[in-house]
Nanobody, 120 residues
């Protein structure tokens, strides 16, 4: 199972990007999902999470600007990022708790990351 992230790129401050993360194959169930980011010289941080019941949480610095969502039918996670600032520059990673078959346990999977660069 792979998580394929896309949508990163270079954008000017104030601009928008939409990240997507798709599970590469058919699986039994997906639980909680989230977007993390890691800027140069900094630890990876949780940006936004969405639980299996649809509830969400955000780090304070992105509240009101970013929106996380999921399409369970497509096994895809999204992150709509608006009003971007240079401080949002980082590699963004998606994460999902996946149960591949009903006989297996639930494990955390990570995407490879997609670079987001915001110029001032």
């Amino acid at each position: 199972v792979q998580l394929q992230a896309s949508g990163g790129g270079l954008v000017q401050a104030g601009g928008s990007l939409r990240l997507s993360c798709t599970v590469s194959r058919s699986i039994y169930a997906i639980g909680n999902m989230g977007w993390y980011r890691q800027a140069p010289g900094k630890q990876r941080e949780l940006v936004a999470g969405i639980f299996s019941d649809g509830s969400t949480n955000y780090v304070d610095s992105v509240k009101g600007r970013f929106t996380i969502s999921r399409d369970n039918a497509k096994n895809t996670l999204y992150l709509q990022m608006n009003s971007l600032t240079p401080e949002d520059t980082a590699v963004y990673y998606c994460n999902a708790d996946i149960k591949v078959t009903r006989f297996q346990g639930t494990y955390a999977y990570w995407g490879r990351g997609t670079q987001v660069t915001v110029s001032s």
